[in-house]
């Protein structure tokens, strides 16, 4: 899927009694600069499109870096009022790992 800025995004969750994980790949075209919370916004906020129909508003916090390793929180919020939290890392080459908190 081509997103604007992003060359390529492809998310998996995994919705189950134990939670929900998600990795996205992220590649960066151009001269557009990686962005970690946008990036891991776009991708949650589709797969729960995806994989539960629902539509959601997304928010990541801003990573304190771009090193590999940093983290940051996401709060997924679905039409029904359902929320989800993730933890969200920088993994190598501009991949972002979520997991569910």
């Known amino acids: ?28 075209s151009g001269a557009d600069e990686f962005d970690p919370s946008g990036s891991a916004e776009i991708g949650i906020h589709d797969q729960i499109m995806v994989e539960l129909q629902l539509d959601s508003d997304v928010a990541c916090t801003e990573p304190a870096t771009t090193d590999v390793g940093a983290t940051f929180e996401c709060i997924a919020t679905d039409e029904e009022g359902k929320t989800y939290t993730f933890v969200a890392e920088i993994l190598p080459d501009e991949v972002i790992g979520t997991r569910l908190d």
């Open 1 to 28: 899927m081509a997103i604007s800025r992003v060359g390529i995004s492809r998310v998996g969750i995994v919705f189950g009694s134990v939670g929900i994980f998600a990795v996205s790949v992220i590649g960066c």
